[in-house]
């Protein structure tokens, strides 16, 4: 019914950058042999799944994952907001759009003071029957009951929204802290296996300096060499169970029961081709920008309710009744009604109403800035997703040839010292050049796994191809 006063809300324009970074990427990453050391594709608009996750070939990855989305008290609690938004709703818009009808019924007895009946010198009791309906509406001629319902329905977007950023933070955070646990089994393990070696090198120095070949000074560097790299193994296990506690919470679970599966860098499959969003269809897929929109939204329709606050409120009102002091005349007796209209007409508030609406307005400037913000954060992430998807892949090529460099050179070391060609200060040398790049290399092979958790959390993780998918959106705005 009339007109609605204030902006009506557009979409923000796509961007209108058309890559992510300064410079092109190039369409395959560098190779390298060994643990997560294939070579990588990123595939310009191909579509990104609904689960991922599931590329990393890991039945125990995915049954994890769908245990936390069922499970999970942060998701409960996102689920049980967008209901109270989406109720907060339907209440007013029951209020708002449709007229009010009250019923009223009342039976009292009364006594009246003789001062002031014209009955017996005790006053006059009698029964009082009453009944009626009324029904009041207020029109909205100037729009401002759709403004506020427009701006209620942005807001069940954006809870909406939040719900399925917090299923992306979720579910991504789960795959990160599982390629964190298997990054950390491969660095305890390769410390073992450097333990297990200088052991053997410092049982193997002890037996020489028994013969008489050497002094005590090589088995005291050795032993050192021992104890520093034992020393590697407590925050290593301690981290990892920290991480064990961490994937259980996530999971919904008490660290005490969880029961989870173990995960290694073996057991997970490193994708090979990774879709990457267009520029331009990145702000649909980001819950975030998304929610970012829908408080804009709501910032553009709140500028709709202080302006039509401005102009005047006709209110309709009717009511039917009876009443009467016997029941039997109650029931068949006269009845009474009323049928009437009030106007409301702001005169002088000493500029209140005015300063409402600059506020309103000067909200929706600091949303769009927000939006705006929102949106470069975005891009900005999706830019250092896919450089470190380059840069560590290269970074692993050379981390493995480094270490391939490092081994053999100890092991041609490890002989020359058993014949006496070089010096065992040359072998410890050797042996913590050795050491470094082994550990380097673990924690390198899974950054490129986490890597591409990075890169789907980036890109929105293909919330919008879920069946179950909100569609807050097209289920409130459009009412």
Known sequence: MGCAVGPDFRTPPPPEASRYTETPLPAETAGAPGTGGAPQRLVTGAKIADEWWALFQSEPLNALVRAAIADSPTLAAAQATLMQVRETYNAREGALLFPGVDANASATRQKVAAATSSGA??????????????????????????RELEGLAARVDYNGYQLDAAYLTLTSNIVTTAVREASLRGQIAAVRDILANEQRALDLTEKQRQLGGIGRLPVLAQGAQVAQTRALLPPLERELAQTRHLLAVLVGRFPSEAGLPSFDLDSLTLPVELPVSLPSELARQRPDIRAAEALLHQASAQIGVATANLYPQITLSGSFGAASTSFRDFLGGPSAWSIGAALLQPLFHGGQLQAERRAAIAAYDAAAAQY????????QNVADALKAIEDDARLLKAQAEAERLARESLD???????????????????????????????????NRYADVAALFQALGGGWWNRESGSGIAKTVSAK
């Not at 029964?127 to 729009?143: I, T």
């Not at 705006?372 to 891009?379: M, N, Y």
């Open 121 to 146: 010198a005790g006053g006059t009791i009698f029964n009082l029957y009453s009944a009626s309906v009324s029904v009041g509406y207020m029109l909205d001629f100037f729009g401002r009951n759709r």
């Open 372 to 379: 705006h913000e929102t949106v470069l954060l975005a891009f």
């Open 412 to 446: 041609l070391t490890q002989r020359q010292y058993q014949v006496g060609a070089v010096s065992f200060l040359t072998l410890l040398v050797v042996q913590r050049q050795y050491n470094q790049a082994r550990l380097a290399l673990a924690q390198v092979q899974g």
